[in-house]
């Protein structure tokens, strides 16, 4: 045993595609929950606006 690990570069792979994924999925259920807060935050505004006025 030397210590060197041989033929690892698919675990690499697998693992940095794994990552990928997670980064994007996470990075899509985060834009659309901040689209969404947006949207209700404007449509809140525009019923103040409106009733105030």
């Known amino acids: 045993m030397n210590g060197i690990v041989t033929g ?3 675990f690499v ?3 940095y595609i794994v990552t990928g ?3 994007v999925a996470y990075s899509i259920h985060t834009i659309r929950e901040l689209r969404q807060k ?3 935050r404007a449509a809140l505004t525009r019923v103040t606006k409106g009733t105030s006025s």
């Open 8 to 10: 690892g570069w698919n």
């Open 13 to 15: 792979l697998a693992a």
């Open 21 to 23: 994924t997670v980064l």
């Open 38 to 40: 947006l949207e209700i």
